[in-house]
């Protein structure tokens, strides 16, 4: 038997008033996921714990079988190894911005007038980056998308405990990093980092992309600010660990982040933006093909758009995008054989308050043996009375492997 | 958004054949708790783990967010903070009885007659006592209610590791006090002890208020006997742990204890006993008027009776207090705005019990924007199949401080 756990991020949510007291998920017509309510066992999960407000990264790696609050280490490494860097355990990770400095050093646009073309180029330029006095620091720049990159800094004596230099507010020069614990290896990294980010204006602000971009009366690319460090935790791949083949199919680079960190093969798709205008034929081919055709035999899922709108305290657009997936994806999800489906939310991001909340999660599980309880629908109040009452994150893999067949007994 | 955990003491039971197989909670009449069920999210809580016994103490240790595991060092500590000593980390404090010792040194009563005037001027003259070879040690007494009294050793080089002087029943001596593990400290600690047993019966047994007895043909209380030794752990206050700013409601020593502990401002109230005779006017009163008028914006509240009931195997007398409960302080909590109210007991105390027992409680959450479930009835069997399910006191501030917007993501 195969396994999926299938994550619509940020579902849940809270009663609105303006839906009559209902959550976006209730209020949404979704026959495939009742279906799925139907023939499968309910209940309601903590990513974490209850109450405990998880990011779309930390809750991933509870799911996956990984206690976020020993590995999660900062959202840098997750980033890089989500665009593409193989990071390896010690490596210190940032998330970086391209912004725009003046001459004086002062930071007039923190998203360098929101740059999408020509990053890579100038990442090529800085890859070339050595700092005097570090010479045996490795220094590896990987555009992401739009504004976003990320820097990794590979080598001795190197630490993560360093503080940010976005100066968060434009008008301010980047803030000065400091180590964070007094440790000579965390006044190393900060006293890299500042040079660094000194280095990065004078190798780039006379690059041609951005040149051009002056000429165009654009804000140029010309300064990197890094932020959210992390050193590059080490952790038993999820092959080993449960004895699967894994592929991860997801939108967005920070889940993708998350399956490379799990060793997990990452499955690309074209056409998905992460938001509620993906292409969501796309993302359920991807899924139909990977369930049926590959060699792998466990998937982790993610379809972001209902984190999105939530974000965005938009209540129409979470309902019918909602309405969408179930339309498009759970329709042929529902025709899969020989495989357990773990339907669930990262978290909820309910329209009021625009952000994650610690609510819980609604969950159903499908699949051949599992006891099917009489919950019919699928939504917060639903699942509530079903039959797997409240369960974590970390319960999932060891539940599904279970019902997959590949668990072991732990005693005789 | 504000919040109160509001925990009525001892409140669960388990069915009773004088009631028709119903709980006291059951068979009550409650109207306004039922109103707060109907309007709310309930669920069943373990304050600190399914079938653990919890102690009033270490259960509101777990609601505010302490693991008792680690915290919990002993009655005495919570006790002595109670009633007003200003007890630091590193203190051993006990529990104190004054009792009547004869010539020989006998305990003739435990309890001193149950004295309940005088101990303050006895206590006076205690509190300038000096232990020879040991006089770098401060010796703090303090007295309670009745014959209560509590002990404080502070300085440096003493443990909580030793056994009671208690000798529980008359007719003994006080028991010699040992360490318990074989450190220094305790072995110090358990010497300075029984000096100071013995002290205490020189220092008092011609004190006026014992002759004074002694004439009226009553006990003396001319000897201390210390029990419930522990040491005063160092943690984080509730305010800065949860970012509150927090007041604690109680009727008791040992509940105002805990709040000392956690940090939390203590509002004094008047007339409340701690049984079903207190002024429940009062103690609803001093609720409005806090959550109305205060800076405050996080609230323990503890009301005691039905526990004492409970204790007592009087389930009239527990059914009746939950009753003007229900009548006199939930009919305005009722009416309050802008909070989120947690409702619950902090340990169920049932009348064939006569004592604590480890059956789960019974929750309600009321506030703006919980999951409203389908049940509308308070008490123990109706609410287990309330949307919360099953969660445990750990929880509690997680979820609270979640909803009423204080808690911080964990991860992006």
Redesign the interface.
């Known amino acids: 038997m195969k396994g999926m756990i299938l994550v619509m991020d940020g579902l849940g949510g809270?009663?609105l008033k303006e839906l009559n007291?209902q959550?976006t998920l209730q209020a949404a017509k979704t026959p495939n996921m009742d279906k799925m309510a139907e023939r499968g066992i309910t209940g309601?999960m903590d990513s974490?714990?209850?109450?405990?407000?998880?990011?779309?990264?930390?809750?991933h790696l509870s799911l996956l079988g990984y206690d976020?609050y020993e590995v999660?280490t900062g959202?840098g490494p997750?980033e890089a190894s989500g665009v593409g860097v193989d990071v390896i355990p010690g490596d210190i990770a940032f998330r970086c911005n391209f912004s725009t400095s003046d001459e004086d050093g002062i930071i007039t646009d923190r998203r360098a007038g929101r740059i999408r073309e020509g990053t890579k180029d100038i990442v090529d330029v800085l890859n070339t980056m050595v700092i005097e006095g570090y010479e045996d620091i490795e220094i590896i720049f990987k555009e992401s998308t739009g504004h976003r990159a990320v820097l990794v800094l590979r080598g001795e004596g190197l630490s993560g405990e360093v503080s940010d230099a976005d100066p968060k507010v434009e008008g301010n020069k980047p803030k000065e990093v400091k180590g964070l614990d007094g440790s000579p290896e965390a006044d190393k990294t900060a006293d890299i980092l500042n040079k660094l980010v000194v280095k990065s204006y004078e190798m780039v602000k006379d690059h041609p992309v951005n040149l051009k971009r002056i000429e165009e009366g654009l804000p140029p690319a010309n300064i990197i600010i890094p932020r959210g460090a992390g050193e590059v935790p080490e952790v038993e791949p999820i092959n080993e660990k449960y004895e699967v083949n894994s592929a991860c199919i997801a939108e967005t680079g920070?889940i993708m982040g998350i399956g490379r960190f799990a060793g997990m093969d990452i499955i690309e798709m074209e056409d998905v933006t992460g938001g509620v205008d993906t292409n969501l034929y796309n993302i359920r081919d991807t899924i139909v093909d990977q369930v049926n055709n590959s060699e792998h035999d466990f998937f982790l899922v993610n379809i972001d758009g209902a984190d999105e709108a939530g974000h965005d305290g938009n209540a129409k657009d979470k309902l019918e995008f909602i309405e969408k997936v179930d339309e498009i994806v759970m329709s042929e999800l529902l025709k899969l054989e020989d495989i357990y489906i773990f339907l669930t939310a990262d978290h909820s991001t309910?329209i009021?308050?625009k952000?994650?909340?610690?609510?819980p999660v609604p969950i159903i599980i499908n699949g051949p043996e599992v006891r099917v309880d009489d919950v019919k629908e699928y939504n917060?109040?639903a699942v509530?009375?079903g039959g797997m009452?409240?369960i974590r994150g970390a319960d999932v893999m060891n539940i599904l492997t279970d019902l997959m067949g590949y668990a072991h007994k732990f005693g005789a």
């Open positions: 809270r009663p007291n959550t309601i974490i714990a209850p109450g405990i407000i998880p990011g779309s990264d930390t809750a976020p999660y959202r997750f920070l309910p009021s308050v952000n994650h909340s610690g609510d917060e109040y509530a009375k009452c409240r």
